[in-house]
């Protein structure tokens, strides 16, 4: 069993759609949540964080359920900018500091 | 502020052949990674350091080995290059303090193993 899976996509969505990635997480010691984006052939960068308490950031929504081992992230009215791979990650505790990534799943948001 | 610096950003390699992937910070940060990515998959660890002088295995450390002689350069050698090299090669750095993590990726090295 993969400690990080994601929905495999490909999703493709028109201009202003909203669309949710889900992911789920295998080691109940993860600590650490995070939501990364990766354009082609570029270096994943820090999407957002995601807390327990859900978070929010202009047209993102993190959710975590500890419970579950569930994280979610949410895209309200889709831009053609957000077209890209978007990568569920976790840490463990007490680790220094490394990512588990999950396989990521892509993005399209078409015109 | 160049944050994290990987050279080369493509090379070519012959079987067999060796190379070394040079990585440099200049934020001073204690962490150091090293992370592989294949086609249509996520990163793998494959080795990290938490100070000069420090480093350990990741997930997938064979055919690979690493040094860390300075806070600032953490060096990814390949002795004897194998097909199953060919990814793409991440060096990250990030701060020992706080929640946040303020981790930084280089722009990545494409290897390719013929």
């Known amino acids: 069993r993969k400690e990080v899976e994601q929905d495999p996509g490909p999703f493709n969505v028109p201009e202003g759609a909203t669309v949710a990635f889900n992911c789920t997480y295998s080691n109940s010691a993860s600590q650490s949540f995070f939501w990364y984006r990766q354009d082609c052939r570029k270096e994943p960068k820090l999407l957002m964080s995601v807390y327990s308490s859900g978070n929010e950031d202009g047209r993102f929504t993190a959710q975590l359920n500890r419970a579950s081992q569930y994280i979610s992230l949410l895209i309200r009215d889709s831009k053609l900018s957000d077209s890209a791979t978007y990568l569920c990650v976790v840490t463990l505790s007490g680790s220094a500091r490394q990512l588990t990534f999950g396989s990521g799943t892509q993005l399209t948001v078409l015109p | 502020n160049a944050g994290v610096t990987q050279t080369p950003k493509f090379r070519i390699l012959k079987i067999g052949q060796s190379m070394t992937l040079q990585c440099t910070q200049d934020?001073?940060?204690?962490?150091m990674y090293w992370y592989r990515q294949d086609p249509g998959m996520g990163l793998k660890l494959i080795y990290y350091?938490?100070?000069?002088?420090?480093?350990d295995k990741g997930e997938v450390p064979n055919g690979y080995n690493v040094s860390r002689s300075t806070t600032e350069d953490f060096p990814l050698r390949l002795e004897l290059a194998a097909p199953s090299q060919t990814s793409v090669y991440f060096c990250a750095s990030s701060t020992d303090r706080g929640n946040h993590y303020g981790y930084t990726f280089g722009s990545g090295t494409r290897l390719t193993v013929v």
């Open positions: 934020m001073n940060h204690n962490y």
């Open positions: 350091s938490v100070g000069a002088g420090i480093t």
